[in-house]
């Protein structure tokens, strides 16, 4: 089944302690990314990649990282968490096409006391 | 830069009745328009797309059509069903962004249909 799948769905962490939210793809989709959902904004990019060892910030980059070893994974590193990155994350995948669609994880809700 | 201004919700409707969701967009280049739908507790879906000017996009019984004169993209359904509740969201990606053809969201509709 073609799907991006995400790890852990759901996390509480405190004050600076360092995670990874991991994300996945099994389409070969060169294209990936990562959003964040708060209310009453939709959703925001953070970082994107166009392939392997190939990524570039979005809108709201401050406080995450990225990496993009493998064409199927592109974890997001939050080195030292602050409570206004709680929200709700997406990793999205899609093809090289530029009018393709853009595939869904199923969400990491991340906490941050 | 580019964004996408959507109905505010949350929006509450009867069985079978018609809905319409409102969505504009503004854009520097040649955007395709997208609705997509989240589903509690799930990823966002798309439901259907159009790539340029007048093309109808369509998907489960949900339209919308690719308005450039009017900048819009209102998505409608003539008769809403109880599983329909869901969170829906208009988005838009430039194709003149070249090398990164992220979405551009708007804040979303909550809908919620009573029997």
């Known amino acids: 089944e073609a799907q991006v799948t995400q790890n852990p769905r759901y996390l509480i962490t405190v004050t600076g302690k360092k995670l990874t939210v991991t994300c996945s793809q099994n389409m070969n989709h060169e294209y990936m990314s990562w959003y964040r959902q708060d209310p009453g904004l939709g959703l925001r990019q953070i970082y994107y990649s166009m392939n392997v060892e190939v990524t570039d910030k979005g809108d709201v980059p401050e406080g995450y990282k990225v990496s993009r070893k493998e064409k199927r994974n592109f974890p997001l590193i939050l080195e030292s968490p602050s409570p206004n990155q709680t929200s709700l994350y997406f990793c999205a995948s899609r093809t090289g096409g530029r009018t393709d669609t853009q595939y869904f994880g199923p969400g990491t809700r991340l906490t941050v006391l | 830069g580019n964004s996408v201004t959507q109905m505010e919700g949350p929006v509450t409707l009867s069985e079978e009745a018609f809905l319409t969701i409102n969505c504009t967009y503004t854009?520097?280049?040649?955007?395709?328009l997208f609705w997509y739908v989240q589903y509690p507790g799930e990823g966002l879906q798309l439901l259907l797309k159009?790539?340029?000017?007048?093309d109808k996009g369509s998907n489960k019984g949900f339209e919308a059509t690719y308005r450039k004169e009017t900048t819009s993209f209102h998505l409608e359904k003539g008769s809403v069903q109880v599983s329909d509740s869901a969170v829906y969201f208009c988005a838009l990606s430039d194709l003149s962004n070249f090398g990164n053809e992220k979405l551009t969201f708007g804040t979303g509709t909550r809908l919620t249909i009573i029997p």
């Open positions: 159009a790539t340029k000017a007048d």
């Open positions: 854009a520097t280049g040649y955007p395709s």
